[in-house]
Every structure is written in C-alpha cells, then in structure tokens.
C-alpha cells in the first residue's frame, strides 16, 4: 500500500511526506511533483491507501485532478491541500469528490490529525477528531 502527496513545492510535498512516513511508518509514501506522474507512480508503487493532491497544480484545471483521481479509486482517501481559503475551494473540491480540504496555513498538528481521521474512517472506525 502506498500514500501519494501530489504538490510542486518541495518543502510543502517534503514536510507532508514526513509527517505521512510518522503517522504511517509500515506505507510507502510516494512524492510527486506532477499530476501527470501518478499513472507511472502507482504502476511502480502499487495500490493507493491515501492521496494528498495540492489543488493549484501546474497543467491541471480546477479540481480536474480531484475528478479523475477519484474516478480511478473511488474508495481510495482523498485530501486537498491547498494554499487557497477554504469556503468556496473547499466546497468545489468536496463536490469534485475530495474527502478533505486543509489549507496550507494549517498547523502540521492538525493536518495529521485530519489525514488520521481519514485512515480511521477508511478502516471503518467511528471514531471522531
């Protein structure tokens, strides 16, 4: 099982793969600056346990990325980050299919916090964040 962060901005792709390789340490995480690499990607690392997908990619429009990956791997955990407000962004992201948006400027505490509550949510369990 792999986790796939999707953003062009090392630091941020970094800092996300780090905080993923601590709350998953048995996952592969898998770090990709483009969308268009992930098709290769999964090929190379197998099946997808989470997706984290910045929304402001270069070569994609609007939360195309979101629809496709989410076509793809309906029950596969998605997670928007993103640089933008939440509000309306995040309202079109959850219509695209995303089951979370954070915004960048959110404390790295709470971003584990949200990517856990969607491991626990894949795995089934009720409990809350």
């Known amino acids: 099982m792999s986790l796939f ?3 062009d901005h090392p630091l941020v792709r970094q800092a996300i793969g780090m905080l ?3 709350l998953r340490p048995t996952s ?3 770090e990709l600056e483009k969308f268009s ?3 290769a990607a999964i090929i190379k690392h ?3 346990e989470l997706f984290v997908l910045d929304l402001l990619l270069p070569g994609v429009k609007g939360t195309s990325a979101v629809t496709e990956v989410k076509k793809m791997y309906p029950e596969v955990p998605l997670a928007v980050l993103s640089s933008m407000p939440a509000g309306e962004a995040e309202e079109t992201c959850i219509e695209a299919g995303a089951d979370i948006y954070i915004e960048k ?3 790295s505490n709470e971003i584990g916090e949200a990517l856990k ?3 626990a949510a894949e795995a089934g369990d009720e ?3």
Do not use: H, S
């Open 5 to 7: 962060v999707i953003d």
């Open 20 to 22: 993923l390789r601590r």
């Open 28 to 30: 592969v995480v898998v």
């Open 37 to 39: 690499e992930l098709p």
């Open 46 to 48: 197998g099946t997808p």
């Open 105 to 107: 400027a959110t404390p």
């Open 117 to 119: 509550g969607l491991f």
């Open 127 to 129: 409990e809350t964040i």
